[in-house]
């Protein structure tokens, strides 16, 4: 079954203590992304990857880290994590062109 | 920059009727795709339909058809026989492929859809 999967899928942190939510796909797409989910603001790019090694700053990357190390795999690092980055994070899947496929979702909350 | 508009932060309506869902967006470029995405309290994101801005029939996938209209920019949905498991958040996202390859997905603020018994 084509699909993304996200782990964990709820987390809750204290502020500082780093974290990495994982993310794979079975579909051998090149491009995935991350999208961070508020209440009125819809969902909003973090970073992407065009491929393995290829990353860049989508439009809110400020306190994330992303990797492509190998082309399924596209984990999220946020290395010092503050109240502000809690949040609804996804993990997404795309060939190019046809639609994203998503992730189950994260609900990360920082205490 | 692109950016998308959905007026519409809720609506409702009675199971068996039709909805129609607002979405209007801006760019300056020609070649782009369109989409509706369904998210019900799952939380899960499920692709519902996808337009070609290139393609001027309108895409329609069972009970749920758009209204493209490019001059106009706008791009609504239309669920026809709404039913029960229709009821979720709408979100209509706009995708220009830059010269960079970034698959960048541009949402709207969303419409919450109630459908009534």
């Known amino acids: 079954e084509a699909q993304v999967t996200q782990n964990p899928r709820y987390l809750i942190t204290v502020t500082g203590k780093k974290l990495t939510v994982t993310c794979s796909q079975n579909m051998n797409h090149e491009y995935m992304s991350w999208y961070r989910q508020d209440p009125g603001l819809g969902l909003r790019q973090i970073y992407y990857s065009m491929n393995v090694e290829v990353t860049d700053k989508g439009d809110v990357p400020e306190g994330y880290k992303v990797s492509r190390k190998e082309k399924r795999n596209f984990p999220l690092i946020l290395e010092s994590p503050s109240p502000n980055q809690t949040s609804l994070y996804f993990c997404?899947?795309?060939?190019?062109?046809?639609?994203?496929?998503f992730g189950q979702g994260t609900r990360l909350t920082v205490v | 920059a692109q950016t998308v508009t959905q007026s519409q932060p809720e609506m409702s309506v009675q199971e068996a009727e039709t909805v129609t869902l607002s979405c209007t967006y801006d760019?300056?470029?020609?070649?782009?795709?369109l989409f509706w995405y369904k998210q019900p309290p799952s939380r899960q994101m499920i692709l519902v339909i996808r337009q070609e801005a290139y393609k001027q029939q309108n895409a329609t996938e069972n009970r749920f058809s758009v209204n493209f209209q490019k001059a106009a920019k706008s791009f609504s949905l239309k669920i026809s026989d709404s039913q029960l498991g229709d009821t979720a958040m709408y979100f209509c996202a706009f995708n220009l492929i830059s010269n960079f390859g970034n698959e960048k997905l541009t949402f709207g603020t969303g419409t919450r859809l109630t459908i009534i018994p």
């Open positions: 997404a899947s795309s060939l190019g062109g046809g639609g994203a496929f």
């Open positions: 760019t300056s470029e020609s070649n782009y795709y």
